[in-house]
T-cell receptor, first 115, second 113 residues
């Protein structure tokens, strides 16, 4: 079953605008990660936020995590045409000692940045 | 190695045939994941290997699917008696340790005709 669910499913913005994508999940997590996928092949890791963190930055990316609401958001500031891709959140469940740190993905948000 | 390597990059097979997909993880990575992605969809978890522990096979969709990881390195995903619904991109990823970022290969696009 898929743990994370991204919202919206698709987003189209003008270059220079900010893009915000949201992710909700169902069970307790160890950490939450965001990935980008271009042209339906390999994914690239963007950022990891642990369950005891609330906000993290990396360049033009800002990720927030609200464990009480079981949600996360990814903000891309000053978007560029090259940011056009699908973005996925993925969660690692909070299994300690159970042996499996399954990384579970949502269905993704397809972002289009128009030049 | 430079990254996660998967082979072949594309595979066309006839319905009913068996296929083997290979994944070479980054050297030293203890965790290895297999996922399946249908066109325009999210990633469906298949199986997870961690060191010498028993693999988490909870995502395998049927007993036609199996995977092994030899010597804690290379992994092979085998699909027996392929069906048309098995057509998808099969992605492999590895990570240095549990709970860390995963590095993905470019995937194998499997088409069953």
């Amino acid at each position: 079953s898929q743990q994370g669910e991204e919202d919206p499913q698709a987003l189209s913005i003008q270059e220079g605008e900010n893009a915000t994508m949201n992710c909700s999940y169902k069970t307790s997590i160890n950490n939450l990660q965001w990935y980008r996928q271009n042209s339906g092949r390999g994914l690239v890791h963007l950022i990891l936020i642990r369950s005891n963190e609330r906000e993290k930055h990396s360049g033009r990316l800002r990720v927030t995590l609200d464990t009480s609401k079981k949600s996360s958001s990814l903000l891309i500031t000053a978007s560029r045409a090259a940011d056009t891709a699908s973005y996925f959140c993925a969660t690692v469940a909070g299994y300690s000692g159970a042996g499996s740190y399954q990384l579970t993905f949502g269905k993704g948000t397809k972002l289009s940045v128009i030049p | 190695g430079a990254g996660v390597s998967q082979s072949p990059s594309n595979k066309v097979t006839e319905k009913g045939k068996d296929v083997e997909l290979r994944c070479d993880p980054i050297s030293g990575h203890t965790a290895l994941y297999w996922y399946r992605q249908s066109l325009g969809q999210g990633l469906e978890f298949l199986i997870y290997f961690q060191g010498n522990s028993a693999p988490d096979k909870s995502g395998l969709p049927s007993d036609r699917f199996s995977a092994e990881r030899t010597g804690g390195s290379v992994s092979t995903l085998t699909i027996q008696r392929t069906q048309q619904e098995d057509s998808a991109v099969y992605l492999c990823a590895s990570s240095l340790a549990p709970n860390t970022e995963a590095f993905f290969g470019q995937g194998t696009r499997l088409t069953v005709v």
